[in-house]
């Protein structure tokens, strides 16, 4: 590491637990929020909080007090809330992003020129390599249910996916027609179904349509979350969250300038309103 380091490291300690704070609290009321009572409960309140105190980006004054916020209908209250609850969340990521690279130049720098490693973040191997048994298997049954995210992905953009995954999902689609197939003869003889079922689990033949792709992923992802839910909690993706943010600490800590530029590229690479280090956990896991 270079000057500055030590002068600026809390602050940047700082920024990255907060960035690793709102992501968590984004992530886990964006998917829990609408059918958990108690996370609905805290988006609410952190909603309107900020409606009441903080000013909404480019306003100099807050746009409600309790009495104008209170006064409104449920239906529109409920509205500024959730509105607030988003101004909230990009503010304070903004303000962790910004607060971390004003030093984060004097860390990353040498010579005056950019540090060729800053665009080396760090890998799934490292990340889990800095986590204990417990955490990291949880991150390792994570892999698949990400993988699959990464794979619908590249469906969606009509872009070429792996060949294992192309046959895992012609495998599953096939079993789903010959299924599909076998319950539909339900009148005739056994035979003649177990026929049918076999020939209709042929159908998709080399390639399976976009739609038969995203079909079929879509079930794996279901059935993926259905496990890591039994085995985690529901709240599974949230812990996630915390051991990448832990574990990227330890190694913001390590004293290896090698590690500590990685972790600190990840917070370097934030993108404003999504995910620690700008990074997507399904590419964390799967592209690396």
């Known amino acids: 590491m270079t000057n500055g380091t030590e002068?600026?490291?809390?602050?940047?300690?700082?920024?990255?637990?907060?960035?690793?704070?709102?992501?968590?609290i984004a992530q886990a009321l964006e998917s829990h929020g609408e059918t958990n009572v108690g996370a609905q409960a805290a988006r609410d309140e952190i909603g309107r909080k900020y409606l009441t105190t903080e000013p909404l980006p480019g306003q100099t004054q807050p746009r409600f007090t309790e009495e104008t916020l209170n006064a409104l209908p449920e239906e529109a209250q409920q509205q500024e809330i959730n509105r607030g609850f988003e101004a909230w969340r990009g503010t304070?990521?903004?303000?962790?992003?910004t607060t971390s690279q004003k030093h984060l130049d004097d860390i990353l720098k040498k010579d005056n020129n950019y540090d060729?490693?800053?665009?080396?973040?760090?890998?799934?191997?490292?990340?889990?390599?800095?986590?204990?048994?417990e955490e990291r298997n949880l991150l390792s049954d994570y892999r698949q249910i990400s993988t699959y995210s990464a794979l619908e992905d590249l469906i969606k953009k009509d872009k070429p996916i792996p060949a294992e995954a192309k046959d895992q999902l012609r495998k599953i689609y096939s079993a789903a027609a010959s299924r599909k197939q076998y319950e539909a003869l339900k009148d005739a003889p056994e035979d003649l179904r177990e026929l049918f079922a076999?020939?209709?689990?042929?159908?998709?033949?080399?390639?399976?349509?976009?739609?038969?792709?995203?079909?079929?992923?879509t079930d794996l992802k279901r059935k993926e979350d259905e496990r890591m839910k039994k085995k985690y909690g529901d709240n599974y993706e949230q812990k996630v969250y915390g051991v990448v943010a832990q574990s990227l600490k330890k190694m913001f800590k390590s004293g290896n300038p090698e590690k500590e530029r990685k972790a600190i590229s990840m917070l370097y690479a934030v993108k404003q309103g999504y995910g620690l280090g700008g990074q997507d956990f399904s590419e964390v896991f799967s592209n690396h």
Do not use: C, W
């Open 7 to 24: 002068d600026h490291r809390e602050e940047v300690y700082d920024a990255l637990d907060k960035v690793h704070y709102g992501v968590v």
């Open 92 to 97: 304070r990521m903004h303000n962790a992003i």
């Open 116 to 133: 060729p490693s800053l665009g080396k973040i760090a890998s799934e191997d490292e990340i889990v390599s800095s986590t204990g048994d």
């Open 198 to 217: 076999e020939i209709a689990a042929l159908a998709p033949g080399e390639e399976l349509s976009k739609e038969d792709q995203l079909r079929g992923i």
